[in-house]
C-alpha cells in the first residue's frame, strides 16, 4: 500500500516538518508515504489544478484503476478514524494499490477538480492547511494500525 499526500506550498511551521518526518518514518514500516510539495499559485486555483493535475499525470496515478484520489475539503465526507480505516481498507481490498491525498491551497481546489475526485473533510472544524497535512499523516499512521489490531487506536 501506498499513501501520497500531494499539497500545495511549503509549511510554514518546523513543527509540522518535523511531525511529518516522524509518520514518515513511521508509516514506512508498513507502508509506503510520500509527501509532495507544489509551487502555491497564490489565489489562482486554475494554475493550482493545473499543477496537480501535472504531477498525478507525470507521476502516471490517473485512470490506471490501482490509485484513489482524495480532495482535502470542508464539504467533503467526515467519518471517525475506525470509519476511515475501514473506508479505505475497502478500497485496498478492491485492489487499489496507492491512495492519493490533495491538500489545496488557501483559497480551495477549482470546480473541475472538486467533479473530478471525492471530497473528504478532517473534521468540522477548520484547520490551517499546514496542520492538516500532519493531521492526515496521523490519520493514516492510525488507520495502519487499526488495520493489523495494533495497540495504537484503542476503539
Known sequence: MRFTLLVIGRSKFPFVQAGLEHYKKNIGHMAEFDYIELKDAGSDAAKEAEAFL???????????????????????????????????????????????????????FSSEL???????????????????????????YRTLHIWAGGKYHHA
Not at 485496498?92 to 483559497?107: E, K, P
Not at 468540522?124 to 492526515?136: E, N, V, Y
Request: proline content about 1%.
Open 54 to 108: 501535472a504531477a498525478l499525470k507525470k507521476r502516471k496515478l490517473l485512470g490506471d484503476g490501482k490509485a484513489r484520489i482524495f480532495l482535502l475539503d470542508e464539504k467533503g465526507s467526515q467519518f471517525s478514524s475506525v470509519a476511515f480505516a475501514a473506508k479505505l481498507g475497502a478500497l485496498r481490498d478492491q485492489g487499489v494499490q496507492q491512495m492519493i491525498f490533495l491538500i489545496g491551497g488557501a483559497y480551495g
Open 114 to 140: 472538486r467533479h473530478e475526485f471525492e471530497l473528504l473533510s478532517l473534521s468540522s472544524l477548520t484547520f490551517p492547511h499546514d496542520l492538516a497535512r500532519l493531521i492526515l499523516a496521523e490519520q493514516l
